[in-house]
């Protein structure tokens, strides 16, 4: 049965910046490779310089004509050719991520510089083409709208993430490395299968494509559920999170940041647009629901975890797991005859609990990595005299706190409140219950930690100087993610461009 | 008679994959399994993926049995670090992977009606680009983004392999030295089979915009010649700083991207060619492809850079 034709969306005024996006990170790594760690810093500075810039045109062009935008590469349509195409929520998460990966880099900036005058360093170029994969990466699965380019993705996005996990040497953080590399491979295979079997079913990759055609036979669902579990195993969803603690908690501090913010939030993202824009007639309750349970799962497993840490940077790690379940609610909430004020709610909690996670997450990891910078160590019960030392790196991880915890006013609790109205709006108490004793526990964690940062320093105990420079960027990533408590607490408009029809 | 040929090549593979996966010694299991995969090449032949033979024979067996020969070698020469499971973890291993293989088989047989594919557009339009090869033709025209990225993603293994080196290495030359042993038959290969070698690469670059070859197939032939040399200590290995090599590895990516830009300029879209020039321009890429991919591809099979003294 050969598709009928859809009708031929062509590229829009402003289209190409999304191959910008995708393409300068790449033509930056290119040149840092190929000039061998000279100018390195500038290249990447440019080079995410220039990522704020499309991002944040992309953003306003959206919100100023309240259409996606979009470019069909090499002028071939689909199926044969690709387009991309940057609705609201991909113009939020390319804003999103290029204002933290620049906030990482700048944090960064000292400790991988390239020395002068000698010759190229390894963590320099390890690290910043990392980088730069991952601007690419993120911005490809954020845009994109064929499956085998999305796949591509993928893996540029995993290859970027792995050797940031690698690069400080050392057996435990390779062995981490290892193990995340075992984990998203196997999901790289499930996903291709997946989308092979799509591909057999109905002769095209393109989004649009499919879900104009998609029916609920045994191919389409068994392809559903292997790319799902595919991608579920590259967002470390409880029971595939094993690998993310040691993998998080081994990076350097800037690494770890952008990990947890927003590397884990590329697979999820295209979770997101898979079943609600590629397969939404597919949405069966139940499925939905089992989503939904394994998110309440990390969310109540991940917290207790993150409790019984003894070092910091472990606990921080242990608190994504659980904060990346909260965002599996949307499954559920947001129901198939979407439209109304609670599926509206429910989404914008969801996207706001992405973002909020990401700023806090990131603010947290970098003070986190100061603080084991300022003693030397990161070991939880040996925290004191922290206070004193380094008032903005306590205050930035305070904050961060807050937002995770779902305290108001803060990012977080917007999302948790809203996802927490249309859980009740519609009747699911038990992941209402579940959003509540979350927040409870994460309170538990941050205060935890807070009191031992208060607390008077153990005798003889040496304390390192920090710059104010990083604290302030921890301090200031920190800030974003309470200011977004400002936000009125009603579905955002935004998040709908260019989605529903 | 092509019944008899398929049932005797099936046949063959599975009893070879057995004699593999029943292999006592870890270095002989190895060996065979890149015979398994020889065998596996000839198979997609027979479906007439030609494309597809030509990466498992390059990529299934070759590079990744190369990998295995050198995980072989240095575990075996650690024998506390061999670890035997036990009979239990090898039934179950076994049990697993006999489910995933029905499962798999299984996922043909669920698809509604026939197969859905592309071929046939693809090859209605192929006379465009004035190429003949259909894959070409997806690679570089239709789906020229997705190989693009893959060349990143293929620069980004090289730099994942190079991140595990220690730093006071960094610079310096990748491994291998490990084989180093004064062989008259392996040097003897090494000196006359490359230049062999590097006229097919070639050709097989050259002939790929027509018939089944191209870029990725001639830089697998270029890396063979190319570890065949470093294996058998024939030429130096460069150090992973020098200019040269980085020129080398970068230089596919780089042609790929100034056309991929020079398309907004003519005739106006990413990753599109002026009318008339698809064909040369193509060419021109992917012979710039076959250097990259064989120097990256000879490099991730080299490992990090080692340190002067290490053996």
Known sequence: MPLEALPVTDSTAGGALLVLAIVMPAVALVALLGLGGRGARTIVAAALLVQLLVAARVALLVAGTQAPLVYVVGGFHPPLG???????????????????????????????????GKPEARLSLIFWSALLAMTSALNLLFTSTDLFNLYVGLELLTFAAIPVVAIKGGAETVRAALRYLLFAVFGSMLYLLGIVLIYGAYGTLATAEIAAHVTPNAATLAAAGFVTVGLLAKTALFPFHLWLPPAHAGAPAAGSAVLSALVVKGSLFLLMRLWFDTFPTLRAPDDMQLLALLGALAVIIGSITALRQQRLKLLVAYSTVAQIGYMFF?????????GDVIAGTAWTGAWLQVVAHAFAKAGMFLAAGLVAEILGHDRIRELGGLSAKAPLVVLAFAISGLSLMGLPPSGGFSAKFMLLVAALAEGHWLWAIVIIAGGVLAGAYVFGVLSRMMAAPAAGVELATVGRGRQLIALGLALVALLMGLLPLSPIAFLTIGRLP | M????????????LGVGGWSILARNMMTAVIIFIAYGLLLSLAWVRIFAIDVSLTEAAIGSGATGMLMVIAAHKVGADARRVVHPSR???VLAGIVAALVAVGIAALAFVLPGEPQSLAGPVMERLGDSG???PVAGVLFVYRAFDTLLEKVVLLLALIGVWSLARDEDWGGIPGFRLFRH?????TLLARSLPPIGFVFAIYMTWAGADVPGGAFQGGTVLAAMWILVMVAGVRKVPRVSSPLLRLAIVAGPVVFLAIGFFGFVMPGEFLAYPQGYAKPLIVVMEIALTLSIGVILGLL???????EDAA
């Open chain 2, 2 to 13: 092509e019944t008899g040929f398929d049932l005797a090549l099936t046949l063959l593979l």
């Open chain 2, 182 to 186: 004064h062989n008259s038959v392996l």
């Open chain 2, 131 to 133: 190429l003949g090869n």
């Open chain 2, 88 to 90: 239990a973890i090898h």
């Open chain 2, 301 to 307: 099979i080299a490992g990090p850079p080692k340190g």
């Open chain 1, 330 to 338: 949307v499954f559920t909430l947001v129901p198939t005859d979407a």
């Open chain 1, 82 to 116: 690709i387009t991309l195409r940057a609705d609201g929520i991909s113009a939020l998460m390319m804003v999103v991520s290029a204002v933290i990966l620049a906030a990482a880099a700048a944090f960064a900036w000292k400790d991988f510089a390239q020395p002068r």
